[in-house]
């Protein structure tokens, strides 16, 4: 008798642990329930708000600019849920790293802050702006000032004098990728335009949004049927890297639904042509087999595999195509059936792990289910944000300064943002081949194997 009563016992525990989360995309407190699982698992890997311990780090391996992209998830967690758990420790952390001056530029991290990294934070900032997240403390930068301080610093860095434009990667000579412009630094400060443009009403901001995204075409690091590679190296020629990383495409996605929105006429068709474009290209971040399941196709599936960084980039990607959606509304049929999809195969592997809640990587799998055995902050954040943007139908639209938004700006912060040097519009009128316009996402492969080679050499 006791025997078999420790036997059923045993089998009970061990069926709880290996039931994964049924997620059900038509039920609201379903898909909080899935965020929240996810979430509480991402803070684990947090103590910043812990006693002795700095606010707004995490512990190594995670890099600075994973706990800026950490709180914006967190801020869309408190905006999508209306849970505010983690607010005051988001507030905490990012005011400890924006710093008195507004700057988002710590000392501490002068070895590892890129463009990129900066901008991370300031799309959270810039999101709290969107969104009404608390304001903090009136002694304190306010998160539209800082937004702009951002931007503006950014703005001073553009870089004309090689391979015609753009930023630079690294903001210190020091560091390595001082000679290399990447997507993602470019990408930022696009979409932080974009933003800017349509909070403020303040065109300069436009005009930036134009020459980024002109620069980002001409120089080859946006290809004429809207694929975004990696970067370019300014030491060799402005020869640039081919790797596809899925938050390039949903940074220039969500940017241009953004000019979509605040455009008209001629210019507003030559954005939405955009969206379309990525957005029918950006299907390559979708398994082949499992073809409505988001992948990061360039690392997922090779034995190598995606560094910790990568292993947050579905998260960001998820968070750009919900915001696509309100941008550009006739989007959301295409993005949402994706994304639904996507979060029921990312929950399903969140049964790993001593707790057995533990998130994993690989949503394409197709054994709902089962964990790959890949643990940590990007796992947990990207089911997080793939999950709560399945809530954003009927959710109000971005704020801006005069609907909705009361954060305090400071447009001349951090440098002043004039360039009288625009680039011309280039005319992107001609017709890409096999595109079909807003139909679909396409269903390619990422790279050629030769991309592909490329890859393990460069990393
Ligand atoms: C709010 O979020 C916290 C942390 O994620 C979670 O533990 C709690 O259960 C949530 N509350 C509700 C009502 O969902
Ligand atoms: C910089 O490091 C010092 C020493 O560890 C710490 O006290 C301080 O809070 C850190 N500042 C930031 C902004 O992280
Ligand atoms: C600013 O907006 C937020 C979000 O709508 C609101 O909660 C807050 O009370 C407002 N603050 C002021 C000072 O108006
Ligand atoms: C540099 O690139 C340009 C444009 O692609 C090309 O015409 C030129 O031959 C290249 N120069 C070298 C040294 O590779
Ligand atoms: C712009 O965004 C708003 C808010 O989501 C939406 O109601 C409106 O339809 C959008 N404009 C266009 C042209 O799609
Ligand atoms: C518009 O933005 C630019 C760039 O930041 C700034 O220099 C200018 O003062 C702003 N104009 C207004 C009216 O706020």
Redesign the pocket.
Known sequence: MRWLNLAAAWTAACAVRSVAFELDVNDKDSIKAGATLAADGMMHYYSGNLPGNIPGILPGPYYWWEVGAMFGGLMDYWWYTGNDTWNDIVMQGMLHQIGDDGMVMPKNQTTTEGNDDQAFWAIATMMATER?F??PPSNKPQWLAVTQTVFNLQATRWDDANCNGGLRWQIFTWNNGYNYKNTVSNGCFFQLATRLARYTGNSTYEDWANKIWDWSFESGLISEDYRFYDGLDITSNCTVNHNQWSYNAGLYLAGSAFMYNITTGSEQAKWKKRVDGILWMAGVFFHPQQSDIMYEAICEPYPRGCNTDQKSFKAYFSRWLALTTQMAPYTAEIIMPKLKTSAVAALGTCVGGTDGVTCGLKWYKGDWGAWDGSYGVGEQMSVMEVAQSLLIPGMPAPFTADF?G?STGDPAAGGGGDNPQLNAIVDLSRPTAGQKAGAAFATLTVLSMTGYMVYYMVT
Do not use: E, I, S
Request: hydrophobic share 0%.
């Open positions: 009404g608390p304001n909705g009361n």
